[in-house]
């Protein structure tokens, strides 16, 4: 007999997404298993992106002391859009009343793993998920091999997928590992992290003639920046000093503070979405359900906002005996999904050169972001979605 843990939620990824479900589902009473198949020390030194829109922030907030983005991430009140040698502000306060934040999605991490083991959460490091089955049933099952390679499952009322973009769980939700609407870019970002001290107040999103850039920023002494490159670049394509030219040749008005470039990597662009989200007792969230392409950093706010509308159907459903919540997931999840995709690929157009770019192309580019910049609607349109929608509108 395979050994079987039985539980009320099991969640399979313990990223942002699994891990704030289960802290809502605790708060409501519901006790929730968690697995992961990476180490708790991978989890938490993955470099991800860093920008969290308000609504986040605010649900992190009933994490009490553990969230640190008050205290030790940093509020932006706006971004700067650079392109034909001239930067301008976008001010998120006076266009649309709201901020983000600057706090790594690894410190997200921390705090929550923090948080969860301290309220005595079953968090598991390094089992991994092989198969969810029987969704159709009100015991759907999640087959599973713990760190020592034994098998067992896990059997719950609901199962949720969490598990990122290569998805164990999303088969039993739509039929296959990969089933949904997908797209590629023709092109990738070189990111690189530094030990240097910032080169901007605010993060510089810069449409060049040599294609985007993107400075951001990790602490008083560590910076993110990105520029644009072929997806099949090898990072060990670069020294240091050229790596440092292609970014300021690409911010041309503003010096670059350089300093030893510690960590490099290529982040490939995809968008995607799961033709389904919902199969009778299992849903997806997060990566799971999605991917964005990185430039609206909407990644991990997107999968906070799927859970936040998870974490009131199930609520509902397992509290109440009310399933009508769950029903309407996939649809009111979908309206900001896709807003989200929009805006991703949006801010990707927008700031990219395409490798088949004509001079039309570029001039049209040109006049988009005159347009958005020139108006008070184009630059609220970008702060609106840039800060998030409000996470209760679906
Ligand atoms: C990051 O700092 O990693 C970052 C910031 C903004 C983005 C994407 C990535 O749009």
């Given at each position: 007999m395979t050994p079987t843990v039985r539980t009320r939620v099991a969640i399979v990824g313990a990223g942002p997404a699994g891990l704030l479900l289960s802290h809502l589902l605790d708060a409501a009473g519901i006790p929730s298993v968690v697995i992961d198949q990476r180490s708790r020390d991978e989890i938490e030194s993955t470099i991800r992106a860093g920008i969290l829109e308000q609504g986040t922030v605010e649900l992190l907030d009933t994490l009490g002391d553990a969230s640190r983005v008050r205290t030790v991430g940093h509020r932006h009140d706006g971004i700067e859009l650079r392109f034909a040698g001239e930067g301008h502000r976008i001010d998120f306060p006076s266009l649309v009343g709201r901020s983000v934040w600057l706090y790594p999605q690894h410190e997200v991490l921390k705090d929550l793993i923090a948080a969860r083991l301290a309220a005595g959460q079953d968090l598991r490091f390094g089992v991994t998920a092989e198969n969810v089955v029987?969704?159709?049933?009100d015991r759907p099952r999640v087959i599973a091999r713990d760190a020592e390679g034994q098998p067992f499952e896990i059997e719950a009322e609901f199962v949720v997928g969490?598990?990122?973009?290569?998805?164990?769980?999303?088969a039993a939700v739509t039929g296959s590992s990969t089933g949904g609407y997908f797209r590629e870019y023709p092109f990738a970002w070189f990111g690189i992290l530094c030990?240097?001290?910032?080169?901007?107040?605010e993060l510089i999103y810069s449409n060049s003639p040599d294609g985007f850039a993107l400075i951001s920023q990790r602490s008083a002494t560590v910076q993110r920046m990105y520029f644009q490159c072929d997806?099949?670049?090898?990072?060990?394509?670069?020294?240091e000093a050229q790596l440092w030219d292609e970014l300021q040749k690409r911010v041309p008005g503003t010096t670059l503070k350089e300093g030893p470039i510690f960590q490099r990597d290529v982040l490939r662009f995809r968008s995607f979405v799961a033709?389904?989200?919902?199969r009778g007792r299992v849903a997806l969230v997060g990566d799971a359900a999605h991917t964005v392409p990185p430039t609206g950093a909407k990644g991990m706010n997107l999968a906070v906002a799927d859970v936040r509308l998870l974490a009131d159907a199930l609520r509902a459903l397992l509290l109440?005996?009310?399933a009508r919540p769950l029903e309407t997931y996939p649809e009111r999840a979908l309206r900001r999904i896709w807003k989200a995709q929009h805006f991703s690929w949006w801010m990707t157009s927008l700031l990219h050169v395409a490798p088949d770019a004509t001079d039309f192309d570029r001039r049209r580019q040109l006049g988009e972001l005159r347009g958005v910049v020139e108006s008070r609607h184009g630059q609220a349109y970008l702060a609106e979605a840039y800060c998030g929608w409000p996470l209760t509108s679906g």
């Open positions: 029987d969704a159709e049933t969490s598990d990122g973009s290569r998805s164990v769980a999303r030990e240097a001290p910032p080169s901007a107040d997806p099949g670049t090898d990072t060990a394509a670069y020294s033709h389904e989200l919902l109440d005996g009310d």
